[in-house]
């Protein structure tokens, strides 16, 4: 067992620069979805009849898909449509579940029926209740969202329900309810902050599953709709094209990859940072 | 223990019967009735629409329709697709094949190279190799299944021509050729299971090797390897095997996703077509069956926790 590698000044330096590699990758992504009709080079819906499917080359950057679309330009505004759609369906999940959990680790009754409700839920593998919701919904970007959002709250709920139960024994809590604090009060003002730490954690891992549930969505046909530029579908139009045209897949997918990556590195750096209890856990 | 499994059942039985209620339920809330939507693009008289409904059971109230539904299935039948008129159960039984194989070569891979490279790491704590399995790992997390099927598709294109990589054939057709098409999807799908099993082996395994007993073991001069399989591995395996089932939900949903680049005929497939053509008989056939899969799935991981730990008495 070597010292100097686990020693915690090493370890430390490791997790702050695995965080900034991270956040820093997000934070050119979201700039380049904002500025994409600034810094794109073409726009993404502009064909160019003559050159399909061309190799990528200086005139397009990352080549051309099969309607003679610019590839990096559609990376650039799918970009946008995938924070977007992450973003929504992640609120949703967090609105829903949040209070869900607080309110089943304060009112210990309901607490029971509440995470049996939530385990029935969980019951579904995650994938599927999306496309299930999809298809009562109909296809599309919001039904998407819906559809995702819907599917995490007993994501939240449970991680939220776990630490909110440690929170509601505390002695501070005891001493809010016997100055007379009203319910709502303590549930925000006292047990909402002190699940925060736990709160960003979960955010963070979970916009990156968002990622993958909305593009996944997106290349089956359920998701976002064609033409509008999403990495899912480029995907699934570059699969009938994946030998003539590789880089119509190779790149919406690094996107995608280094999206996620970049999210988990910051969801695992910050739950080290934040609750040393589960460090190395999943 | 006999109560343990008397309980498991009747929480896995309640699940199911739920489950089955939100199948049902949540077609019936499509804003347009399944009908109308299945004769919009086609067009079609009233008469037939009326025929129809009255065909499929749509007529009677949701009550009824879902106690002919779970009755029937009880006795193997799904009802009939609104598409093909074909017996979704028949589809299924066609189908069910190519997603298991998947699901189950991709678990192997999975649980087999994460827990091995696990325990490599944690065993080899602080050096070079542990400190790449990290990252490693992580990308492992992150990579799409669905976009690595692409690429381990374009790689085979160029690097293993002669490889069949596309055009299903069962497995008890030509079993060498099934498994040359089903290796690609497979590894494809067992990756993220991989690492997030290998972490979890990695966290488990360093967790046990600081346990007292361990210590007990070498000191009454048990021999490495025996400390290492009848104490450290055993006693570290829960929460692996937690890990696998969580990401058995997550290897289900890829399979769908999956064999739509590989184009492989599976229950995935099955789902998606049957969504695009508004088959709804087709879709809550096909998504009860899933779901059932997954909650089996937890009842068998909750008997396994009992026998190797029979501490376990969560209800």
Known sequence: ???AATSPARRLLARYSLLAIGAGFLVVLVLAAVLAPLIAPYSPEQMFARSRLAAPSAAHLFGTDHLGRDVLSRVLFGARTSLYVATVSVAISLAIGVPIGIVAAYYKKIDN??????????????????IFIVAVLGPGMLNAMIAIGITYIPRFARVIRAQALIVV?????????????????????????????????????NFSTAIIAESSLSFLGLGVQPPQPSWGAMLDQGRAVVELAPWVSIYPGLAIFLTVFAMNLVGDSLRDFLDPRLRGVI | ????????????????????????????????????????????SDALKEEMRRRLGLDRPWPVQYLAWVTGMLQGDFGTSMRTGIPVARQI????PVTLELVLLGTLF????????????????????????QPVGLVGLSIPSFWLGSLLLMGAGLYLPQMRTVGYVGFFEDPLANLSVMLLPALALGLALGSAVMRMTRTSVLDVMNQDFVRTARAKGLREPAVMRRHILLNSLIPVITVITIQMGVLIGGSIVLERVFALPG??????????????TT??????????????????????????DPRVTVG
Do not use: C
Not at chain 1, 119 to 127: G, I, K, Y
Not at chain 2, 10 to 35: E, K, Y
Not at chain 2, 93 to 96: I, L
Not at chain 2, 284 to 303: E, K, R, S, Y
């Open chain 2, 1 to 44: 223990m006999l109560g343990y499994l008397v309980r498991k059942t009747g929480w896995t039985l309640l699940v199911l019967l739920v489950v089955s209620v939100i199948v049902s339920g949540a077609l019936r809330l499509i804003p347009s009735d399944a009908v109308d939507l299945l004769f919009q693009a086609d067009g079609g």
């Open chain 1, 113 to 130: 029926i509440v995470m049996r409700a939530i385990d029935v839920l969980f019951s579904f593998p995650p994938v599927l209740m999306a």
């Open chain 2, 93 to 96: 039984v066609q189908s069910m």
């Open chain 1, 169 to 205: 024994e505390m002695t501070y809590i005891r001493s809010a309810k016997s100055i007379g604090a009203s319910t709502p009060r303590i549930l925000l003002r006292h047990v909402l902050p002190n699940v925060t730490s736990i709160l960003i954690v979960q955010l963070s891992l």
């Open chain 2, 267 to 280: 229950l995935g497939r099955l789902l998606v077509s049957a969504i695009g053509e508004r088959d709804y």
């Open chain 2, 283 to 308: 879709v809550q056939g096909v998504t009860f069956v899933l779901a059932f899969a997954f909650v089996m799935i937890n009842f068998a991981t909750d008997l396994i926790y009992k026998v190797l």
């Open chain 2, 110 to 133: 999975g649980s087999f190279g994460g827990i091995v490279f696990g325990i490599l790491a944690a065993r080899n704590r602080g050096t070079f190799w542990d400190l790449l399995i």
């Open chain 1, 1 to 3: 067992m070597s010292v």
